[in-house]
């Protein structure tokens, strides 16, 4: 099983976790531009680092995540930069509601344009990685395919799922449910999205126990996940790898 990490803040010191790392592994990195992207990328010499893969971030204002509600001249930048290249890219679906919900009025006459604008891109692009919501109510889920919060049907994407049990333990029931449902659909592209191992955006995210991070990791284990990715590489510490180091 493979276990990776999101990087949110890749500054020097989150980087520099990598050190603990000994076992394969790949890096989901947040970076403002194409450009700062690929500076990032060429200065990480981790041996055991198999794929970056590029996460754009937006400004606050901007919406810092990717729905119908970014702020459109932002959503035009980033997939100007982005579309013609083969770099793998994790697109992160997430409504503005935290960093702006202002978006959801002086956006909304961009509402499906901006739709239009997603979804060309995600058709196109070789290979995209989506974090998406963790879904538990089965009427959401067309609602969020309708907000572009969700692409688990199509071909070149990979679903992740954040489900974040620090933040909301949905339980041993509903976790193994929700797994055994997106195995069977969606196979090996389907990646679960664990943590949290340090707070994000927000700021306020409760950090994950190892108890419930074993708990969680045996779950991805039993249902045999190709991949587990971890938010985020920055709190990586000596307890948390000599755990991550038993599912190898």
């Known amino acids: 099983m493979l276990i990776s990490f999101y990087e949110e803040f890749p500054t020097k010191r989150n980087l520099e976790k990598l050190k603990l790392i000994k076992f394969p592994t790949k890096l989901y ?3 403002h531009s194409l450009d700062e992207f690929k500076k990032l990328k060429k200065s990480i010499k ?6 970056i893969a590029y996460w754009p971030l937006l400004k606050k204002k901007e919406g810092y995540w990717f729905s119908p509600f970014t ?6 930048r980033t997939i100007g930069e982005i ?8 697109w992160d679906a997430e409504l503005p509601t935290h960093p702006n919900p202002l978006l959801y009025i002086t956006q909304l006459p961009f509402f499906f344009s901006n739709k239009k604008l997603i ?3 995600i058709k196109k692009h070789k290979k995209v990685y989506v974090a998406e919501y963790f879904f538990v109510n089965k009427p959401l889920e067309s609602l969020y395919k309708f907000l572009n919060l969700s692409f ?5 994407t990979h679903p992740m799922i954040m489900a974040y ?3 909301h333990d949905f339980g041993e029931y509903i976790m193994n449910r929700e797994l055994t449902k997106c195995k069977e659909e969606y196979g090996n592209k389907f990646i679960i999205a664990y943590g949290v191992l340090a707070t994000g955006a927000q700021g306020t995210e409760k950090t994950i126990s ?4 074993k708990r969680d990791l045996d779950l991805a284990k039993k249902h045999r996940l190709r991949e587990v990715v971890l938010f985020r590489l920055g709190g990586l510490n000596k307890k948390y790898t000599k755990l991550l180091e038993k599912y190898q």
């Open 119 to 121: 979804n060309n891109f």
């Open 83 to 90: 579309e013609h290249t083969k770099i793998p890219i994790m």
């Open 152 to 156: 688990k049907d199509r071909k070149n």
């Open 71 to 76: 702020q459109r001249k932002a959503l035009k």
């Open 165 to 167: 049990s620090s933040m």
């Open 46 to 51: 981790s041996k055991h680092v198999k794929e």
């Open 210 to 213: 190892i108890k419930l991070l």
């Open 29 to 31: 990195l947040g970076a």
